[in-house]
């Protein structure tokens, strides 16, 4: 039982200190994301073509 009491004072102690990210801090989270989607998602495409291209 100890264990998993000071497992449950840390997770608090963690929600406590954290916060609401405010707009500003959304929005840019939510454009980076987007951005690292979108240029994975490029080289995705990039490589599956050039796989069928030289394949076929």
Not at 11 to 22: A, E, G, N, Q
Not at 34 to 44: C, E, M, N
């Amino acid at each position: 039982m100890g264990k998993i009491t000071k497992a449950l004072k840390r997770y608090r102690r963690v929600l406590k200190i954290t916060k609401k990210p405010d707009l500003e801090e959304f929005q840019m989270s939510a454009k980076v994301t987007a951005l690292g989607i979108l240029v994975i998602g490029a080289i995705g495409f990039v490589l599956y073509f050039l796989g069928n291209t030289l394949i076929y």
